[in-house]
């Protein structure tokens, strides 16, 4: 009895749990930018599919989890303790907002430290503007469904303020959302943070913001990564 007791919590457990996000479109393109490796930036799991533009890439994942498979458990606000210049690309997929307002900017600056000088981070976050108006336009509930994920449906409350089925289970507080961004915000942030260009990407998933923050102007060959899905590109001005 016991020991089928166990299979069900071991199933029910959060590394087991598939990812409440919504599988994404972004697997179009591959790289040939030649042996890179990048960051998983709060990955979850390396079950979890990576956009296809980093297949060949060695992939590193970190997490704070430890019970998920990371290469690196850590808590990455301190990224900045890393060793500087390691990696090509961060690869951060709705993890952003699973920090408070004020840590954000610190997280970020930690990708553009560990970050090759030439390197990019690729970020994906819960597009809570559109969220909002796609919710006040057709009259919708806080815990109205809008999408089946893996893990199983996904409410407005779970978008806002994190999956709640996966807070309740791990019983930890890392899974909850403590901010959210519009496109305007995270772009903001990306360039307040020290990006020298953003690119906004097409979103992988509904209720997205996809974009790549680059540490300098991105080369024909990292923009071909993203090319077909670029919706705009936002340069900063050195001379600010
Ligand atoms: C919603 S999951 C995203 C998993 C995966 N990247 C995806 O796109 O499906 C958020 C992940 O962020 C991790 N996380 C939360 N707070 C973190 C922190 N302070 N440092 C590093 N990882 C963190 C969680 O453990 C979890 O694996």
Redesign the pocket.
Known sequence: MSILFDLIRDLMTKKKMP???QPGACDDKRSDLGQRVFL??????KH?QVPSHYSGWEHVL????PA?DADVV????NLEKFEANQYDAIYC???LE??YHHDVRRVLRGFLHVLKEDGFAEI?VPDIGNLLHFMVERNLGLHDIVYQSPAGPIAIHDILW??GRQIEESGVD??AHKTGFTSGSILDALTQAGFMEVVMLEPCALFELHLVGFMQTPTADQLDLFGDKTISRHKVDSAN
Not at 62 to 65: F, G, M, Q, T, V
Not at 74 to 77: H, I, L, S
């Open positions: 990812s409440p996000v998983n930036v709060g990955g979850g799991s979890i970190l997490d704070i989890d998920t850590c808590d990455a606000r997929s709705h993890n699973h920090y994906r994190g999956y890392f899974y």
